[in-house]
């Protein structure tokens, strides 16, 4: 029982000494700098609109023979529109080509795409830009422009063949995605 007082009275002092030793040196700021930040917001950021942030998007049926030949199924297009959000350069003009980072987020495997659960087997979901820029889950595609009118940016979603062995039956998966903007 003694040991375990005598580290816990020496933790203790140590902790002490070095609080007191950081107290005490007046110079500090003067060592590393001091760094004063401030700004402003110039327009609130925007929002996502009705039915574009909880989605539920329908795929085409793929034959299994159809994922075995071609490795994938058609394309399903997507979009996410913003809405209340005006678009500033920092000279406080309009911005003429908006640029935006989206991120997609949700169980992935081993193939870099995303992951199905259910009866479904050898199948996994794949995610791309207007371009056919893929999105691996959890990282930044590539920015891309938005038009100014309609305020929409457009995906692609298709089912992609897997290593596993297709076995036919029904799938979902949920994704989430993050929007930057500049």
């Known amino acids: 029982m003694t040991p375990l007082w005598l580290c816990l009275i020496a933790s203790l002092l140590t902790t002490t000494a070095v609080a007191s030793d950081v107290k005490q040196d007046k110079n500090m700021h003067q060592r590393f700098g ?10 609130p950021s925007c ?33 996410i529109r913003l809405t209340e959000c005006t678009l ?3 000279k406080g003009q309009e911005a003429d080509n908006p ?6 987020e949700g169980p992935s495997n081993e193939n870099g795409n995303f992951a199905l659960t259910g009866e479904a087997r050898g ?8 371009y056919g820029r893929r999105a691996i889950p959890g990282k930044p595609l590539p920015p891309v422009g938005i038009d100014s009118k309609s305020m929409a940016l457009l995906y692609q979603a298709r089912i992609v063949k897997n290593n596993e062995i297709p076995k036919a039956g029904n799938y979902r998966t949920t994704l989430r995605f993050k929007l930057e903007y500049y």
């Open 34 to 43: 001091v760094l004063n930040l401030s700004g402003s917001i110039l327009e």
């Open 47 to 79: 929002t996502i609109a009705a039915g574009s942030g909880e989605q539920v998007i329908p795929l085409t049926m793929v034959s299994i023979p159809m994922l075995v030949t071609e490795g994938q199924g058609p394309i399903e297009y997507f979009s």
């Open 88 to 90: 500033i350069e920092q």
């Open 99 to 104: 640029r935006f980072i989206a991120t997609f």
């Open 123 to 130: 199948a996994s979901l794949a995610i791309a830009d207007r």
